[in-house]
Every structure is written in C-alpha cells, then in structure tokens.
C-alpha cells in the first residue's frame, strides 16, 4: 500500500514538473515576443482596427497667361451619421431640429431626414450617408447644424474630403490641359499641361486616422487630420485662351465641313517660342469631334509641299542652287528609275525659276533639283538637314513628342528615288510642332526657338520657377536665305499663282505655304488613297507676331483635299481675328519733318487764342477746326459751310462781340 502511494506522489511531481516547466516556457515565449515580436503584433492589430489613410493635396491651379483658370481643385465633401455614438437623450432632443435644417440646404423633406436618421438608430449603424459633393459652404453649414455641431464623437458627423478637378473652358483644350491619374499600383498616367507639370501641381499628400467598423467600412477618427496636405503650386501657362476659342472653333468648322478624320492647330509666339493655342480634335463614330489626342505633339506623319522649304532652304545654304535658277518641269510628269513624280497641275509649269516652282508648289522641280544637286553624295543633302536639326526630338515637357525621320544614305528603307521623294515631303516624318518650330525660325531670320507651355510656377502671389526662352539653335542658316524664303513665303499668298492666293487680304498680311499629302499611297485601291492638308506659316508677313500650323487629315476628297482649301481658311480665320482681337502695331513712329503749314497753322491758333477779344477776330485763311474753336470761345454761335479753310466770314473782322451772335464761315 505504502509503495502504490508512493509511485502516485512521484508521478504527480513529475506532472507538476513538467507543467512548472511548461509555465516557465510559456512566460519566456511571451517576453520574447513582448520584446522582440510586440511592436509588429500590436501593429497587426491596430491594422485590424485602425489605420492611416492618405489625403490627396488639393493640386495647384492652372492658368492662362492672362490669368484665367484653365484647371482648378474643388474640394467636395461626403457627410455620414454614426448612429451609435449619439445617447438617446440627445438624439431626440436635435433629431427634429435637425431633419428641418438638412431638408433647408438640401432640398428633401424634413421627414425623408428623420426618416433616415431614425432608421439609422434603429439598425445601429455606425456609417449612414446624408449627402454627398457638397461645396465648402454647404459642408461649413452643415457642420453647425444641431447635434452635428457637438462633433463627431457626441453628435455623429462623420466628413468626407475629396478633390475634384475642373475645367472652366469645358471641353476646349482639354487634351492639351489632360490629367495626371495613378493607379492602384502607383503607376501615373500623364497627360498634357497636367501632367508635364504634375511635380509643381500635385502637391505633397496628408494623413488621416480611420477606424474600421461594421461590414468593412472605416470611420474617420475625429476631425483633425494626423499630417496635413501641402496644396501643390500653381502653375502659369503660356496659352491665351482667347486665341485658344479661335483655334478651337476654326478647327471645328472646317472638320465639319470637311468630313474629316482628325486635325490640329497651334499657333506660336514667334520670338519667345509660347504656345498661344494648341487645339486637337478627333471624329467619333457618331460624326461628332472631342479632343480624342494631342495629334499637334504626339503625330509624326509625312509632311507633304510643306516640306519643301526645309529642302529650299538646304540647296540655299549648300550653294547649289539660287531662287532664279531655272528647272524644266516636264509637262507635269518625271520619271525616275521604275517611278513617277507628278504635278498637281495637269501639263506642268514648263520651264520655270526655282522661286515660282516654289510658290506653285511644283513637286517635279523639286524632285529634279534636288536629286540632280546631290545624287553623287546624298549624304550631304541629309546632313545640311541634319543640321537645321530636323532629325531632332523638341524636347517637349508633355510625354509622347512623337519622333522625327530623317533617313541617311545606307539607312533601311533608303533607296535610288529616295533624295526625289524627300525633297517634296515624303519618306520623312514630323510631327506638326516640330514643323512649325522650323517655320517660325524663318520667320525669326534663322533662329530656332523651343515652342514652350509654361511661364512660371507661383506660391499665391511669390514666383517660385519663372521659364524664359530658349534657342536651340541660333542659326539654322543664314540671314540670307531666311530673307529670301521670307519673300517667297509671302508671295505664295501674294501672287496670283501663289497656291495660297485663295487667302489673300489686303488688310492683313500674312506668309506660308500649303502642304497636301497622300495617306495609304502605296495600295493599288483608289478608296484606300487619302490626304493630309496642312498649310503652315507666320503672319503679319513683314514683322512676324504670330507662327501658326493647321493639319487635317482625311477630309472627304468629295468636298476637298487641297491644303490650300482645307487648313488655309483656318489659318487664315484664325490670323484674320487675332488681329481684330490684338493690334498688332504697339507704336507710330514720330513723322519728321513736321509739316511746315502745320506748324505755321497752330502758330496763327494759338496766337489768336492767346488774345483777349473784343471785336471779332479775321480767320480767314485758318483751318475749319481752328477758326471754330476761336469762335466759339468768344461765345459766338458759328454756321459752317464747307470743309477746309475759312475762305469768308459773314462778321466782318473788328465788329463789336455780342454773345450769341451766329457767325457763318464758309470753307473750301
């Protein structure tokens, strides 16, 4: 018996034992995991319940260079009732005065609020919606309104912030303004004006702690934000929107009347390089057109005749020919090798100077001269454009500037009819912008600016970054050949057989070239074969303001196709208002020397009003204005007859003054 009790008590040490040493090991693992592991499982747990949530900065606003605004951040507010943290007593003392208070600002019953409060209290929930996209005012009201002013803890509001982006122009430029999105991820998509300058717009984000509470949903804790957004700067654009509204509703017009697929318009400041309007509009199915993409940066396409002042300007600068060299157009039609070069005008311009096959837009000319001046070493025709840098990105702030081609000798795709095609704007590629940038730089004597969007970036009223001109190059040839382009651009619109005499006006000046390529050119369909009408140019001709390109592409060939038909009038809408919009004379020289009768006419003015009259003066022989102005400062009531000079007065000179007395002058 003595031995049974004394294996019982053995076994129960060695049971207490073991759980003693189970306790001790238990007791370790937990200080090890208050020290070592207790920040991340208490993390855990707050994640569970409570967490930061980030708060988008309201992003700067963006203006026009007048400054209107092209972009804002508005903020909107969700308001919600946390039904639970409300007592009884309190509820039912403010829930009528406050259901009549939402129904005033919000436009529903009285009892459709109470309605939702009540059954908010019913179901105790903890997350029920109000109203949501309210404005700053409606959101500061609403907060005061009763039991919502005890806060969020006594009284149950819970507020919701959220930025919302606007445009004030609608639908004008909205490509060209765009956005800046992020996903899910964090990856950014980026837009236009909006996203090339998303580092000064966009702000540095806040923070805010949430609480998690029923189905998912999270609570806002307090009113306070843990870390407050920094708004983002605002940012000055170079874009007027008046001509802006011009370029918009030019480009529209045409597109309508043109059927066509899409087109583009900028217009540039022509010695700063700031874009003033850049318009982008694309046809949907249903025939209607948005700003679908930025075709003005993003395009690169084959030119066409507008090309052919980049390849002028290149046999100019190499000496291989000059404007008066003569070339045989060849009845309209050349061949070379297996291909033919065709004129637009049936039969050709027979044998013609190279400064009319210009301004009649011959492409056999071109293609003869060209290929003729640089078959032995074709190299050389790429390289002078090489240098005018025309194989070159702009380096354009808004992503997806599209990439100019320029083949060189040995290039895939180059071949014997390459140096012909090239010299009248085919087997090249630009996008209209960097077309444009090349025409403004003769319009500048040479000078090459970079077409820029921003002006500065603003803190309130304090300028942060201001952006100032930038050449890319100072000389893309010399004065010489850009005076001799100069004229032949203004003749193209001047001259009778200039192909943009259609939009002559002798109010205004302008100077370009018109531009009409083929698309799908290499199928045998003739369905398949459409245009590209462009003209490009600067305006007024002689003292260059404003450079301005117009591109549209596939008009309906039923209605027209020619440059000169379809983007001229654009351009030439467009350069027609600005300047009823904009004088584009800031001064009038002095005229030297003065007029010696004029001078001797004010001499005799003012020195008869200089003298205190009592009889009637003789003004024969004054001007009209003068001989009045006299006159009637005595009090004399006079009768004119006639324009000029007085030539007889009916009071003879040295007649006593009366006040009233009429006086009757008879000029000639």
């Known amino acids: 018996m003595a031995i049974t009790e004394k294996k019982i008590l053995t076994r129960l040490y060695i049971i207490s034992g073991c759980l003693f040493l189970f306790a001790i090991a238990v007791a370790v693992k937990l200080v090890m995991i208050q020290m070592v592991q207790g920040d991340r499982y208490k993390e855990m747990a707050m994640q569970r319940t409570e967490k930061l949530f980030t708060i988008a900065p309201n992003r700067g606003n963006l203006y026009s260079d007048d400054g209107s605004l092209l972009a804002t951040s508005v903020s909107k507010y969700t308001i919600r009732f946390d039904a639970v943290t409300v007592k009884a007593k309190d509820f039912e003392e403010n829930i009528g005065p406050l259901s009549k208070a939402l129904a005033g600002l919000l436009g529903k019953s009285a009892a459709h609020y109470e309605d939702v409060l009540r059954k908010a209290r019913v179901n105790k929930n903890r997350y029920a919606l109000i109203s949501r ?50 996903d899910e991820n964090g990856y950014a998509t980026r837009v236009g004006l909006e996203g090339a300058f998303g580092i000064y717009l966009r702000g540095v984000e806040g923070k805010r702690l949430k609480q998690k509470i029923a189905k998912g949903q999270w609570k806002p804790l307090g009113l306070d934000n843990i870390i407050e957004p920094q708004d983002g700067y605002d940012v000055a654009s170079t874009i007027d929107i008046n001509i802006q509204d011009i370029a918009h509703h030019g480009l529209l017009t045409q597109l309508e009347k043109y059927k066509a697929d899409h087109g583009c318009v900028i217009v540039m400041e022509t ?7 850049i318009s982008n509009l694309g046809r949907t199915q249903e025939g209607k057109y948005y700003e679908r993409l930025n075709y003005a940066i993003g395009e690169s396409h084959e030119p066409g005749s507008t090309f052919k002042l980049m390849s002028l300007v290149a ?83 808004i992503k997806g500037e599209g990439v100019p081609v320029i083949r060189y000798p040995g290039d895939k795709g180059w071949s014997g009819i390459s140096l012909a095609w090239m010299s009248h704007g085919y087997e090249v590629s630009l996008t209209p912008l960097q077309t444009l940038a090349f025409y403004n730089a003769i319009a500048n004597d040479g000078e090459l600016v970079k077409p820029r969007l921003i002006k500065e970036v603003r803190e309130w009223n304090k300028t942060i970054y201001k952006f100032d001109k930038e050449v890319l190059n100072e000389s ?90 379809v983007s001229g009038p654009v351009f030439k809408s467009i350069a027609r208002k600005i300047y009823a919009n904009n004088p584009l004379i800031d001064e009038i020289e002095s005229l030297e020397p003065l007029n010696a009768a004029l001078d001797q006419n004010f001499e005799a003015y003012y020195t008869q009003s200089q003298k205190k009259q009592e009889r009637v003066p003789n003004v024969k022989g004054m001007s009209g204005m003068d001989a009045i102005s006299i006159l009637e400062n005595l009090g004399l009531q006079v009768i004119v007859k006639g324009n000029g000079k007085v030539k007889k007065q009916s009071v003879a000179k040295g007649a006593p003054i009366k006040k009233g007395t009429k006086i009757i002058l008879e000029l000639s």
């Open 133 to 182: 996209n309210l404005d700053y005012s409606e959101y500061t009201a609403i907060k005061e309104f009763p039991l919502f002013r005890k806060g969020p803890n006594r009284g149950g509001i819970i507020v919701e912030q959220k930025t919302v982006r606007e445009h004030p122009l609608g639908k004008i430029a909205e490509r060209s303004i765009g956005y800046e999105r992020f």
């Open 476 to 565: 893309i040839c010399s004065k010489e050949t850009a005076v001799q382009v100069q004229d032949l651009l203004k003749n193209v619109v001047e001259k009778k057989h200039g192909t943009g005499h259609g939009l002559y006006s002798s109010s205004f000046s302008m100077a370009g070239k018109t531009g009409t390529a083929q698309k799908n050119y290499v199928s045998k369909d003739p369905d398949k074969l459409k245009y590209i009408s462009t003209f490009a140019g600067y305006f007024p001709a002689d003292n260059p303001k404003y450079s301005c390109i117009v591109v549209i592409h596939e008009p309906d060939k039923s209605v027209g196709y020619y440059g000169a038909d």
């Open 271 to 277: 010695q700063t390089g700031e874009i003033k309007a």
């Open 315 to 397: 046999a100019l600068e190499d000496k291989k020919i000059d404007t008066s060299t003569i070339v045989d157009t060849e009845k309209g039609r050349w061949r070379i090798y297996d291909r033919w070069v065709r004129d637009s005008k049936r039969g050709g311009y027979g044998k013609i100077s190279m400064a009319k096959a210009f301004e009649v837009s011959s492409n056999t000319a071109f293609a003869k001269m060209i290929h003729n001046s640089y078959k032995e070493k074709p190299s050389v025709y790429v390289d002078r454009l090489m240098s005018m840098g025309l194989h070159q990105e702009l380096g354009m702030p």
